[in-house]
């Protein structure tokens, strides 16, 4: 896992297979929230993705271990609830 402390607001959030999944809206704890835009169905609230599927952050884009489609899938809620679980 990457250092979280260098995530800022507005970076772009790319998949490892080069695909832009979201926007950073900010950090929080060991989770980074994304922009409520980058929420799809769900864009009346945000999704969260787990400091652990950040592989580094290089210039203004965080880049994750896995692929942008994986990644999507392993989305949470803000009680960190699996989105795809609530789905489900």
Do not use: Q
Not at 24 to 41: F, L, N, P, Q
Not at 63 to 71: E, I, N
């Amino acid at each position: 896992m990457a250092d979280l402390a260098a995530v800022a607001p507005h970076m772009d959030i790319i998949g490892a297979d080069g695909t832009h999944l979201a926007t950073v809206d900010r950090v929080e704890g060991d989770r980074i929230k994304m922009t409520r835009a980058d929420s799809g169905s769900h864009a009346d609230h945000h999704h969260y993705l787990s400091g652990g599927l950040v592989a580094a952050v290089e210039g203004n884009t965080v880049r994750l271990s896995a692929t942008a489609a994986s990644a999507a899938l392993l989305e949470e809620e803000e009680g960190g609830e699996a989105l795809a679980d609530r789905n489900g």
